[in-house]
């Protein structure tokens, strides 16, 4: 075992031998049968019947009008980031509590970020602190970012409703990472039974190996719009144009996802509801055993439905202890926990970049952590999690 506390449970990784997993596929026969069945038919690659089914059935799962298939969810964004019109020096507005996916895009485009920090109530981007800046920067006269992207983090709907306001104010377009929020929804205010991911102008997914639905690797791009899912089609398969000789009008990528990862992703995706019940079953399951601890518990926001992808808490203010000491306990009693991300802003390849706040995602980082939410769990997995934490604030 390394020394580094939460070290060893990577999302998607079992962990030690007899360690209750942080957070694994969950792979069944379907898959199984569905993968033999790409297997079988030859078309193991980007072509394939398989590719077209799992992106019909995800807008439909979703509520988008046109879903795209790319290689990685990281790819959706740069490729969703080249839709919205980001060119070298424009400037992009981004969540700075998430993963490092988030805003690698951004700077492979030669565009700069600025980072947005998280309000309390969401653990995601802060609309009114994105307000203040663009008010700011109309009276003074300076230009505004290109793209605002928020970020659902750990299965959590932002709070879409104010920052739709003032992107459609201000004329910024809206790319959604809802890489780790399939399945999370608003069931109250004016995007009521909207997906996470479809109401910007474009989202972006993850079927990363540790995520709520998987293609082992894999992303989906999402939009209403026929011609930016044309553009994104196009710019996945090397711009290639369709019926003319090995004619490509553009630089494109090679970005399409396989039609075996496909074939699992379909199989994955009938499955869907049967994983956000079980994250939500074992979120609230959480919720009731730890409540008393002093730890702060997963937000809870009225109409904004979560699916608890990875259900993540804060160790208490004023125990010395911290996060690390949590992480240490659970860890020596098979325990597969994991510290929050550190913030964009603190990142080497970023600590130039601009930013608005940043404590609120400090604080996350520092007093942040994950406790194993695979859909595999059992009860008795769930109580051993339940155990370590109680024995530790006992
Ligand atoms: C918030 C967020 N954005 C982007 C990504 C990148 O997705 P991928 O790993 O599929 O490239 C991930 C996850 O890995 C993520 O959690």
């Excluded at 802003?345 to 695979?374: I, K, M, T």
Aim: glycine letters at 12%; aromatic letters at 8%; hydrophobic letters at 45%.
């Amino acid at each position: 075992m390394s020394g580094v506390p939460g070290e060893v449970h990577v999302p998607g990784a079992r962990g030690p031998e007899g360690t209750v997993p942080l957070a694994v596929p969950n792979i069944g026969e379907r898959e199984r049968d569905y993968v033999l069945e790409a297997v079988e038919s030859g078309f193991v690659s980007s072509v394939g019947p398989f590719v077209s089914r799992f992106e019909r059935e995800f807008a439909d799962a979703v509520g988008a009008r046109y879903a795209v298939a790319c290689s990685t969810g990281t790819a959706a964004l740069h490729v969703a980031l080249i839709l919205l019109g980001v060119e070298p020096g424009d400037e992009v507005a981004v969540a700075d509590f998430t993963f490092v996916g988030s805003v690698n895009p951004v700077a492979y485009l030669g565009a700069r970020p600025l980072f947005v920090d998280s309000e309390r109530r969401t653990w995601n981007l802060d609309s009114a602190l994105l307000e203040a800046e663009l008010e700011r920067r109309v009276t003074a006269g300076e230009a505004l970012p290109k793209v605002v992207e928020v970020v659902h983090v750990l299965g959590q709907p932002a709070d879409i409703e104010p920052l739709v306001e003032v992107c459609e104010r201000y004329g910024v377009a809206i790319l959604e990472d809802a890489a780790e929020s399939l399945g999370a929804t608003w069931s109250a205010g004016r995007f009521a039974g909207k997906h996470t991911g479809t109401v910007g102008r474009v989202g972006a997914f993850s079927f990363n190996g540790n995520k709520i639905a998987t293609t082992g690797g894999g992303g989906m791009i999402v939009t209403d719009d026929e011609a930016l899912a044309t553009r994104a089609r196009h710019l996945t398969t090397q711009a290639k144009v369709p019926d003319v000789g090995y004619l490509h009008d553009e630089v494109g990528y090679n970005y399409r996802l396989t039609n075996l990862a496909a074939a699992l992703g379909v199989a994955q995706l009938e499955r869907l509801p049967e994983f956000v019940s079980a994250k939500r079953a074992i979120a609230a399951r959480y919720d009731a055993a730890l409540g008393g601890t002093g730890l702060v518990l997963p937000p809870r926001v009225a109409g904004f439905d979560a699916t608890y992808w990875l259900y993540s808490v804060l160790v208490p203010e004023d125990d010395p202890r911290g996060r690390d000491g949590l992480l240490k306990h659970l860890e020596s009693v098979g325990v597969g926990a994991r510290a929050l991300w550190r913030p964009l802003h603190a990142q080497p390849p970023f600590a130039d970049a601009a930013r608005l706040g940043g404590q609120v995602g400090d604080d996350l980082f520092a007093r942040g952590l994950s406790l194993p939410c695979a859909t595999e769990l059992t009860e008795a997995d769930q109580q051993r999690v339940i155990d370590g934490v109680l024995s530790f604030y006992g």
